[in-house]
RNA sequence: GCGCGGAUGCCCGAGCGGCCUAAGGGAGUGGCCUGCAAAGCCAUGAUUCGCGGGUUCAAAUCCCGCUCCGCGCUCCA
């Protein structure tokens, strides 16, 4: 059985499943006001590969994840730039999603959207009002956390020490009972986007959406929610706090992975700022990416810098050679290296685990092609890529396309080599490798391949 | 101040009491292969896991203290 580790929990334990056979995960998508960064990138190439696992070993997934398409940020944003908020959001909800097929992630099985569930948000709140757990101030509707059983089960500090912290700061809404009270409404300011309801026009405050839409989507008691180390606090815990408010059962498991981190000054300059994701891909392999962060462990920090990148880059060469050397040979996987694999991947998603096991199929292979012995290096390399296809890594066989001038070198090259002019040929080389391609001799013919730079 | 998490070879990064040899990737070096390369394979690489104590037959792994680093602490993810 899959085990995870549980932030509630605060320790790796079982995913019991509400119901057998079936898993529910609820995955805290994008607010949509400007690009995905980084962040955003391993988020959900971690819940991809989370789901794909899943589903691998052979349970019926059910994977929605959000998109909070109306929010202070987007708003700010069409302030600033004079432009409807709906057209920012619905933009940027498209890269958002062009961004997710270059990382080969798969879409979600449902995905809600903030303003689709106004209705549902409202009756929410409402019902937690007539409860008497929350109240209404002159800027909006509050819940009052001092009524919530729990409060800081997440956080693992107490309303005390929660107030404690911040230090100096002002305290935003002095009407509120508890500063730890939250925003369910906002009362809207002149030329916000607003909605009407029982206590005046506005907007949901940021928690309630996803409150509404995973008890909606999956039901109480679903099994998994997820989302980066940041939304721990305040934001999942004030989800949970309002269907606590309600005595609704939320999630069985919380799950989060850990951060993104740029190197220092000196990096940040060479490359160039990059914290847009699609920056990212321009400038490496898309699939470099998903490979450094298969690399560590999901609740460890990782750092993007150029050597990582470069460094996954290389690992991916190393993939891409072996996938065409063996694209040829078909076999049956090894039972015994998919049961370690399902082993470490169930061990709190040990990505890096898995890697480790599909590299050494990699090894295998091509050790196996060497001796001569097709027929092992046939199960080695179904091995892997039946373990690639889990980890969503695909793999480059055939060489990008191959502009003529490239291609009429490479053929000028392979006539002096027949002819045995190797420093006519070794002059063409050179000239390839300027134009940024490498040339490599296999048994089949020259393979023509871009190399980075 | 409080809470959470880190510190492992040249770099990235697993491991979290013995089962294990401290994985895997990248870079380096030597060899095989190759006309030479590339790719691949083989070999090599931490008597040691931030520092100081302690527990244990046994610690990178547990406990205590310390030093650095990251993140959160009220709708700013």
Request: hydrophobic share 40%; with cysteine; charged share 30%.
């Amino acid at each position: 059985m899959m085990r995870i580790y549980d932030t509630a929990r605060q320790s790796v334990v079982p995913l019991e499943l509400r119901d057998e056979g079936k898993v529910s995960i609820y995955v805290c998508g994008p607010t949509v006001y400007g690009p995905p960064h980084l962040g955003h990138g391993r988020h959900a190439l971690v819940y991809d590969v989370l789901r794909r696992f899943l589903a691998w070993s052979g349970l019926e997934v059910t994977f929605a994840s959000n998109i909070t398409d109306i929010d202070d940020k987007i708003i700010d944003r069409a302030q600033r730039e004079n432009r409807d908020w709906a057209d920012i959001a619905v933009k940027c909800e498209g890269v958002w999603w062009q961004a997710m097929d270059r990382l080969n992630v798969s879409r979600p099985d449902l995905t809600p959207h903030a303003t689709e569930y106004l209705g549902q948000m409202i009756d929410l709140i409402a019902d937690l009002v007539d409860r008497g757990r929350a109240y209404q101030t002159s800027d909006g509707v509050y819940l009052s956390v001092e009524q919530v059983e729990g409060y800081g089960l997440l956080a693992h500090q107490s309303l005390d020490e929660l107030r404690a912290g911040g230090g100096e700061r002002e305290l935003v809404g002095a009407e509120k009972k508890h500063p730890a009270d939250f925003a369910l409404w906002k009362l809207a300011k002149p030329g916000e986007p607003s909605w009407p309801s029982p206590w005046g026009e506005g907007r949901p405050g940021w928690h309630t959406e996803c409150v509404v839409m995973s008890l909606d989507l999956l039901g109480e008691d679903f099994d998994l929610h997820t989302g980066g180390l940041d939304l721990t606090f305040p934001h999942h815990e004030n989800e949970r706090a309002q269907a606590v408010a309600l005595d609704k059962r939320f999630a069985r498991r919380w799950m989060h992975h850990g951060f993104v981190e740029l190197e220092g000054e000196k990096m940040s300059k060479s490359l160039g700022n990059v914290t847009n994701l699609l920056d990212l891909m321009d400038r490496y392999d898309a699939r470099a990416y998903r490979l450094l962060v298969l690399q560590s462990h999901y609740r460890s920090p990782i750092e993007v810098t150029e050597t990582t990148m470069t460094n996954a880059e290389a690992a991916l060469g190393r993939l891409d050679a072996f996938a065409r050397r063996t694209a040829g040979l078909s076999g049956r996987a090894d039972g015994s290296v998919l049961d370690r694999f399902r082993a470490v991947m169930e061990d709190d998603l040990d990505t890096a685990g898995a890697t480790d096991l599909l590299f050494r199929q990699v090894r295998e292979a091509n050790s196996a092609l060497d001796r001569g012995d097709d027929d092992s290096a046939a199960v080695a390399a179904t091995t892997a890529r039946e373990l690639a296809a889990v980890l969503g890594l695909e793999f480059r066989v055939e060489s990008s396309d191959v502009p003529g001038e490239i291609q009429d070198l490479a053929d000028r090259r392979q006539e002096a080599r027949a002819a045995k002019d190797f420093a006519t040929a070794d002059t063409l080389r050179d000239r390839l490798a300027q134009a940024g391609w490498t040339v490599e001799d296999s048994a089949d013919g020259p393979i023509l391949r871009r190399h980075g730079g």
